[in-house]
């Protein structure tokens, strides 16, 4: 067997391996945000009064309102992205709140993060760190191992089986 053949075999063999990983990252992806906001979310509803206090000082409208409705967003949209269930409006639901966030709560770290002052790292910011990969949850959905995915492809062979009726 010669190098061009036996490096095609690696390729092919590369290949295989990453299309049977395919479902890690976007699981992976899942858990670290179900944590992020599960632990966030369940705080938030456990100290309403400090959170809505907080909110109102940010100017946020209806304080009280906006605080259990963002714990609460947290707390079921944790779940849900979990399980992998409604993932994309889900993670675009989350991906607001983590702007708003950004936009009142983190303005200056941001801002000093962006003019490269030293102060604040870019990694450090919490809504910056979590807005990337609900992103992308958003664009490319939860991934094989999840409830949309299951459904997804039940009804590709639903609709395959139809087509061949």
């Known amino acids: 067997m010669g190098l061009g053949q036996?490096?095609?075999?690696?390729?092919?063999?590369?290949r295989s391996a990453r299309q049977r990983a395919a479902f890690l990252p976007p699981l992976l992806g899942r858990v670290y945000l179900f944590y992020?906001?599960?632990?966030?979310?369940?705080?938030?509803l456990g100290h309403l009064d400090h959170a809505a206090s907080f909110a109102?000082?940010?100017g946020l409208p209806a304080p009280r309102l906006y605080a259990e409705s963002v714990a609460q967003l947290e707390i079921w949209g944790a779940v849900?992205?979990?399980?992998?269930?409604?993932?994309?409006?889900?993670?675009?639901?989350?991906?607001?709140?983590?702007?708003?966030?950004?936009?009142?709560?983190?303005?200056?770290?941001?801002?000093?993060a962006l003019r490269l002052s030293g102060q604040t790292d870019v990694l450090g910011?919490?809504?910056?760190?979590?807005?990337?990969p609900l992103l992308w949850l958003t664009v490319e959905g939860?991934?094989?191992?999840?409830?949309?995915?299951?459904?997804a492809r039940l009804l590709r062979w639903q609709a395959t089986s139809r087509e061949h009726r």
């Open 6 to 14: 036996r490096l095609s075999r690696i390729g092919a063999g590369l």
């Open 142 to 151: 939860a991934g094989l191992l999840s409830v949309d995915g299951i459904v």
């Open 125 to 132: 910011i919490a809504p910056l760190a979590l807005l990337v």
């Open 36 to 44: 992020a906001f599960h632990v966030s979310g369940v705080g938030k």
């Open 56 to 58: 109102a000082a940010l």
């Open 80 to 112: 849900l992205l979990l399980i992998g269930l409604l993932t994309r409006p889900t993670a675009a639901l989350l991906a607001l709140s983590a702007l708003v966030s950004l936009l009142t709560a983190d303005r200056e770290a941001l801002l000093g």
